[in-house]
């Protein structure tokens, strides 16, 4: 296998606060939140527990050509609205299509296309299901739809490991480009999962926060008073290739993927390990293949769901890394702003790590109240100084099925 450096040249971001990268991060450092009360009859027929999402900001159908969108779960469209951004970011290199790949995640797929395929069947009969039902709403419909529109024609392959998807497929693309199975990879991941079957049902779990008086402060991580997560929705997605490669038509380079560390936890279908021994092992992996220490670590992004559990946990992990040293790294919990992407929050959690690392700025954490002396992070609910030495940065997720995913990003 090839040991070349493999760099970021494209980034592409779709969420609940900018319908670019670019809006997103500006959104981000403003201390934005996406989380607002849903405005639809369902919320109310249905009685849900939880009235409140981070929507997109921007709606994928009304940046897609209607023939395009119309054949899309919107999962695979805001697949297609980040990737279409990071290629066009990544000045649209010119690639043989033999050697450009896809890995492209999810965590659910089409939950859209699939429920209301039942309604129309339950109400209408099995002649008004669209036949473009089962494309739409298989897992590797996004994946499949950007290989078309890229013409990508070395592999395009999904990964759906819950929410940490999109942070593997990540890793799965420089693995796969260090294999020479191709010398462009479009990696990311996506999700559109607000609808009331999914909100009900984490709701019964007692995972989602139950603010429904004031949804822009409800995900907050590393809180004392912190109660669960917010569902979010969107894709993001990066443009790799190897160093030599865009260096040779001239690329701008954001940054270096440097490791990528994916492990399993074997302990409980949704609960994380309370020791944090999967997880620190994903974040050993990733500094291990960056050749680098934790002592060389300069930010991380945290997984930090806002969950009660959930983040104490991500705590004792990291803290068996680094040591006591934990308490010193500036830390973003991004999906406080963002609510959480599922399967895509790995992928826009990356764009995020890049852009802090580029610009030497750690995003702020907001609705942070008082902090848990549980979860004695470094953050901060303003942007924190990264400084002007060489930064290796490193995202985490987790997700549900034991999987931990690390990737780790050095400054170019």
């Known amino acids: 296998m090839s040991t070349s450096r493999i760099v970021v040249t494209g980034i592409g971001a779709s969420s609940p606060i900018g319908g670019t990268a670019p809006e997103s991060w500006s959104s981000l450092l403003s201390g934005a939140s996406g989380a607002r009360t849903l405005e639809?009859?369902?919320?109310?027929?249905?009685?849900?527990?939880?009235?409140?999402?981070?929507?997109?900001?921007?709606?994928?159908?009304?940046?897609?050509?209607?023939?395009?969108?119309?054949?899309l779960d919107p999962a695979s469209q805001f697949a297609l609205v980040a990737a279409?951004?990071?290629?066009?970011?990544?000045?649209?290199?010119?690639?043989?299509?033999?050697?450009l790949g896809i890995d492209f995640a999810t965590g659910i797929g089409g939950v859209w296309t699939l429920l209301d395929a039942w309604d129309t069947l339950k109400e209408k009969g099995p002649r008004r299901v669209m036949p473009m039902t089962v494309p739409m709403l298989m897992p590797n419909a996004a994946a499949g739809n950007l290989s078309l529109h890229f013409g990508a024609r070395a592999f395009a392959r999904t990964v759906a490991s819950a929410c940490a998807s999109s942070t593997e497929s990540i890793v799965n693309a420089v693995e796969h480009i260090r294999a020479g199975y191709a010398d462009v990879v479009i990696a990311g991941g996506t999700e559109s999962a607000i609808h009331p079957i999914t909100l009900a049902a984490f709701a019964s779990m007692q995972a989602l926060s139950k603010r429904n008086d004031d949804p822009a402060t409800a995900s907050r991580p590393g809180s004392i008073d912190r109660d669960g997560f917010v569902m979010g929705e969107?894709?993001?997605?990066?443009?790799?290739e190897t160093e030599e490669h865009a260096k040779a038509r001239g690329a701008r380079i954001y940054a270096v993927v440097a490791g990528g560390g994916v492990t399993a936890d074997s302990y409980h279908i949704t609960a994380n390990d309370p020791e944090g021994k999967g997880a620190a092992r994903a974040v050993r992996l990733a500094l291990e293949?960056?050749?680098?220490?934790?002592?060389?670590?300069?930010?991380?992004?945290?997984?930090?769901?806002?969950?009660?559990?959930g983040d104490p946990n991500e705590y004792q992990a990291l803290r068996a890394v680094f040591g006591p040293r934990i308490d010193e790294i500036p830390v973003s919990a991004t999906k406080a702003s963002t609510g959480h992407?599922?399967?895509?929050?790995?992928?826009?959690?990356?764009?995020?790590?890049?852009?802090?690392?580029?610009?030497?700025?750690?995003?702020?954490?907001?609705?942070l109240t008082e902090q848990d002396p549980e979860v004695p992070f470094r953050i901060s609910g303003a942007p924190q100084s990264l400084g002007d030495a060489d930064q290796l940065a490193i995202s985490n997720s987790f997700g549900f099925g034991g999987h931990n995913a690390v990737v780790a990003f050095r400054s170019a």
Do not use: C
């Open 84 to 99: 279409m951004e990071a290629w066009a970011d990544a000045g649209s290199p010119e690639v043989d299509p033999d050697r």
């Open 40 to 71: 639809y009859d369902w919320v109310e027929k249905y009685q849900l527990p939880v009235t409140f999402a981070a929507e997109a900001a921007v709606r994928p159908d009304t940046v897609l050509e209607r023939p395009i969108a119309k054949r």
């Open 341 to 367: 992407l599922l399967g895509g929050t790995g992928a826009l959690e990356a764009v995020f790590t890049i852009l802090a690392i580029a610009e030497r700025t750690a995003p702020p954490t907001i609705n």
């Open 289 to 309: 293949m960056a050749d680098a220490s934790p002592d060389d670590v300069t930010h991380i992004n945290a997984h930090a769901t806002s969950t009660p559990v």
């Open 234 to 240: 969107g894709a993001g997605a990066l443009v790799l």
